[in-house]
Nanobody, 122 residues
Framework: QVQLVESGGGLVQAGDSLRLSCAAS????????MGWFRQAPGKEREFVAR????????SYEDSVKGRFTISRDNAKNTVYLQMNSLKPEDTAVYYC???????????????WGQGTQVTVSS
């Protein structure tokens, strides 16, 4: 079965950096676009970033542009989210997701990880 396993979350201070990883198995990883989403308490899950199957195209939610970078290593079946200059408002559970299409809506993604908590203190 398909598994997406996130790691790398934690508690950091404002201005710090974190790198999230998402290891995929059970699917032809290099055929799937990958996305990162986040969900803060009491809020809906929101799109953060996506990368196409080859890693040639990326897009970001406006509030993370210039601070976050999504990348992938198809040889390792892993997608990454490098998060710099973290802010308290970035605090959320971060999820990776996989879909064959180039989409941004959470409802459109076929597969999801269990999430990793990122907490940014001020």
């Amino acid at each position: 079965q398909v598994q997406l396993v996130e790691s790398g979350g934690g508690l950091v201070q404002a201005g710090d950096s974190l790198r999230l990883s998402c290891a995929a198995s059970g699917l032809p990883f290099s055929s799937y676009a990958m996305g990162w989403f986040r969900q803060a308490p009491g809020k809906e899950r929101e799109f953060v970033a996506r990368i196409n199957y080859r890693g040639a195209s990326t897009s970001y939610e406006d509030s993370v542009k210039g601070r976050f970078t999504i990348s992938r290593d198809n040889a390792k079946n892993t997608v990454y989210l490098q998060m710099n200059s973290l802010k308290p408002e970035d605090t959320a559970v971060y999820y990776c997701a996989a879909d064959r299409r180039w989409v941004t809506r959470a409802d459109d993604y076929d597969y999801w990880g269990q999430g990793t908590q990122v907490t940014v203190s001020s």
